[in-house]
């Protein structure tokens, strides 16, 4: 299995402009989780899905945050308008619906950097 | 409130040393416990997680940790540290949902010869 897949890796932008990033989970997995890494405030939840559809939001941190899942393999966390203090890691991550007890697999992160 | 407290940001051991790496947690219900190892540049992987039963946990690469529900503590433990160990560990609790994963800050490991 290729595992959950990113990207860009890396990405830099200037304030103001819209900011995508990709993530396709691992195939059969039914939990997708978006995290954001910084030094201040270490990894955080942002948003997860299951079976598509977004059950909690409540780590988004403002409107200008939105993230969509249209099928089971694809999802996308966007910025708009980016702004410097947006820079940081991005994670996406992806688990099986068998139970509690399934582990987390991350990807390799978005390294954001807003200038 | 739910948190992970990992006490140190960094930790040099030398190469052929035993490791700790401390973890406390709060949090109301049974806790699901995880360490993470993250590499420079790379994604988190699993090192073990706890769920119930043996509190005595393997995992891979040769680390274990012992959950202690009277400290609230998960350490996670190896007892000879290679330089291929150096990285970012992370503890991290989640709810019995397996859904939310609340992380500690990380403990940055470096590895002397």
């Known amino acids: 299995d290729a595992g959950v897949i990113q990207s860009p890796r890396h990405e830099v932008t200037e304030m103001g402009q819209e900011v995508t990033l990709r993530c396709k989970p691992i195939?059969?997995?039914?939990?997708l989780f978006w995290y954001r890494q910084t030094m201040m405030r270490g990894l955080e939840l942002l948003i997860y899905?299951?079976?598509?559809?977004?059950?909690?939001d409540s780590g988004m941190p403002e409107d200008r945050f939105s993230a969509k899942m249209p099928n089971a393999s694809f999802s996308t966390l966007k910025i708009q308008p980016s702004e410097p203090r947006d820079s940081a890691v991005y994670f996406c991550?992806?688990?099986?619906?068998?139970?509690?007890?399934?582990?987390?697999?991350f990807g390799p992160g978005t390294r954001l950097l807003v200038l | 409130a739910q948190s992970v407290t990992q006490p140190d940001i960094h930790i040099t051991v030398s190469e052929g040393a035993s490791l700790e790496l401390r973890c406390n947690y709060s949090?109301?219900?049974?806790?699901?416990l995880f360490w993470y190892v993250q590499s420079p540049g790379q994604g988190l992987q699993l090192l073990l997680k706890?769920?119930?039963?043996?509190?005595l946990v393997q995992g891979i690469k040769g680390f274990e940790a012992e959950f202690k529900r009277s400290q609230s503590s998960f350490n996670l433990r190896k007892p000879s540290v290679h330089w291929s160990d150096a990285a970012e560990y992370f503890c991290?609790?989640?709810?019995?949902?397996?859904?939310?994963?609340?992380f500690g800050k990380g403990t940055t490991l470096s590895v002397s010869s």
């Open positions: 899905f299951n079976n598509n559809v977004p059950i909690d």
């Open positions: 991290a609790v989640g709810n019995q949902a397996g859904t939310a994963l609340i």
């Open positions: 706890y769920f119930s039963g043996d509190t």
């Open positions: 949090y109301g219900a049974t806790p699901y």
């Open positions: 991550a992806s688990r099986p619906d068998r139970g509690t007890q399934e582990t987390q697999y």
């Open positions: 195939s059969g997995h039914d939990y």
